[in-house]
């Protein structure tokens, strides 16, 4: 049996994951989907902070931790705090934390990209994350990268770095959209089940 920390991205809440929680707990897991505040008036340390407190509420000594898109920086945050309990980090569409940058940075100046959806006005996009490189991405880690994302513009980016790192990296690709929690839950259980796997 595993432990599951889901994390969402953007202004969503914990309920993003309820269909992909029920097949994960369906078969013995125990599965776990914070809330974090709204990524318009909260910076991101203080959604990794949200969330390593939820951690420590429920007691949990080591899990799978899963973030999706704007999710994807909060547990890079959450790793770097407290690595040793992190078994397996998973990014789900998500860009690929920078030492030291924003979302913000990362989509106008690394990618030259201009997209509507990254919003300066929110504090959370511009605030940058501060981690060790070395802590966070020692660990054993998955990247899912959703080939009909709305974001496939900029993740495509990610992906390929993640490719070219060749750093013991498992990398899946899924037919959907950028939320396949929403549209196929299935698909998305079957790679966290199989990452699971890892641990025996």
Known sequence: MANYVLVHGGDRDGSLWDSVKILLEKQGHRVFCPSMSSIKTTTLQENVNEVVQYIQSHNLE?????GHSYG?????????????QVDILIYVDSLLPKNGKS???????????????????????VSKLN???????SRKKAYIHCLKSEF?????????????????????????????????????????????????
């Open 62 to 66: 080591s899990f799978i931790l899963v």
């Open 131 to 137: 981690f060790d490189t070395k802590t966070v991405f």
């Open 72 to 84: 994807g920086f909060v547990v890079t945050g959450v790793t770097n705090t407290i690595p040793n």
């Open 152 to 200: 496939f513009e900029l993740t495509k980016f990610t992906y390929q770095e993640i490719k070219d790192a060749q750093d013991d990296w498992l990398i899946f690709c899924l037919d959907t959209t950028h939320s396949p929690m929403l549209t196929h839950p299935k698909e998305l259980a079957v790679i966290l089940l199989g990452c699971a796997d890892l641990l025996t």
């Open 103 to 125: 979302l913000y940075d990362i989509v106008t100046i690394d990618y030259a990209s201009q997209d509507p959806a990254c919003d300066q006005s929110d504090k959370a996009v």
